[in-house]
């Protein structure tokens, strides 16, 4: 069965500090696998995918093909950073996101 | 930017009753999505959409649940005789080309469904 798991509920840290929150998934082939963050109050959006191999707002996500792991990571986090941030490997194949159970981070002055 | 619509942004219904949430997807997008995420808990996938026909449903999205897209622009979601169970927020979310090949998802900014 398709997972993903996102071990850490919250991760909490201090502006400047380095952010790195974790997601590991179980899926046969090469899924294609998204960050989607929700800013208080707003709509899940799109924070970055794999394919463009891009830094948003600083974050950045390595593929780990062995350790199954797209852990994404900041090396300086600031306080417009708290959010929820969901990883989602695409389905499978089956043209659908399953998203883990999210990380919230909270950034504290 | 182009937007997805949902309405109503919050709906308190009895159990029992049948619901309807809508929504408006981006104008040339060709699959359209469901999902819930129930408070606390994580999305979850309900069902896919395209060429006006489900693509793939969880095994959530049972009898009680149907979609439609009945003019070109809205895709709704019913849910026949609602459950307590069935309190979640609703999300619809649409696609250009689908998932496959890292299209990305636009979301609306949910449903809130409250079933007493």
């Known amino acids: 069965a398709q997972r993903v798991t996102q071990p850490e509920k919250l991760l909490s840290v201090f502006k400047g500090a380095p952010v790195e929150l974790k997601c590991n998934y179980s899926y046969s082939g090469s899924p294609e696998l998204f960050w989607y963050v929700q800013y208080s109050r707003q709509r899940l959006q799109l924070l970055l995918r794999h394919i463009s191999r891009e830094s948003i707002k600083g974050f950045t996500a390595d593929l780990n093909k062995g350790e199954t792991s797209f852990h994404l990571k900041k090396p300086f986090a600031q306080e417009e950073d708290s959010a929820m941030y969901y990883c989602a490997p695409e389905g499978g194949g089956y043209n659908k996101l399953i998203f883990g159970a999210g990380t919230r981070l909270a950034v504290h002055p | 930017e182009p937007e997805v619509t949902q309405t109503p942004s919050h709906q308190v219904t009895q159990m029992g009753q049948e619901v309807i949430l809508r929504c408006v997807p981006i104008s040339n997008h060709l699959y359209f999505y469901w999902y819930r995420q129930i408070l606390g808990q994580k999305v979850e996938f309900l069902v896919s959409?395209?060429?006006?026909?489900?693509?793939?449903k969880s095994e959530i999205f049972d009898d009680q649940f149907s979609v439609e897209r009945p003019d070109g622009s809205n895709f709704t979601l019913k849910i026949r005789s609602t459950k307590l169970e069935d309190s979640a927020m609703y999300f619809c979310?649409?696609?250009?080309?689908?998932?496959?090949?890292?299209?990305?998802?636009?979301f609306g900014a949910g449903s809130r469904l409250t079933v007493l």
């Open positions: 979310a649409s696609s250009l080309t689908g998932v496959s090949g890292a299209n990305v998802l636009t």
């Open positions: 959409f395209y060429n006006n026909e489900i693509s793939e």
